[in-house]
């Protein structure tokens, strides 16, 4: 009985020790991943709506309705701060677009 006692004891306090290490490691992942991807120009949602993460870049021609200032930072779909270089937005489930940047969705925040 007591040589069971006396190795139960190490094996718990291993078993926490492994738990905690364990613990710590979830938290780093889930750190890791915590920005979403940044849209891309080519994906074929961003090119129907003709997204630019530079709105400077937007073609004119094709989308008449842009104007100069526009930009994803102050479109009511932006879900960061205005001052954010990044952030989600609605259009874009599950990735970010660029503050700079723009598309025909655009609508202005109110
Ligand atoms: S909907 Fe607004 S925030 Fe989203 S990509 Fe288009 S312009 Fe940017």
């Known amino acids: 009985m007591k040589s069971t006692l006396n190795q139960s004891v190490p094996t718990r306090r291993v078993?926490?020790?492994?738990?905690?290490?364990?613990?710590?490691?979830l938290g780093v992942a889930a750190t890791a991943q915590a920005a979403p991807p940044m849209v891309v120009e080519t994906d074929a949602q961003a090119m129907s709506l003709g997204y630019k993460a530079d709105a400077t870049k937007v073609d004119k021609a094709k989308y008449p309705k842009?104007?100069?200032?526009?930009l994803c930072s102050n479109c009511a779909l932006y879900q960061?701060?205005?001052?954010?270089?990044?952030?989600?937005?609605?259009?874009?489930p599950g990735k970010q677009v660029a503050g700079k940047g723009w598309c025909?969705?655009?609508?202005k925040k109110a």
């Not at 078993?15 to 490691?25: D, E, L, P």
């Not at 842009?66 to 526009?70: P, S, T």
């Not at 960061?80 to 874009?92: E, L, N, P, V, Y």
Request: aromatic share 12%.
């Open 66 to 70: 842009y104007a100069v200032g526009q």
């Open 15 to 25: 078993f926490i020790m492994q738990v905690a290490a364990a613990s710590s490691m």
């Open 104 to 107: 025909s969705a655009y609508a």
């Open 80 to 92: 960061g701060k205005a001052t954010d270089a990044a952030a989600g937005c609605g259009i874009f």
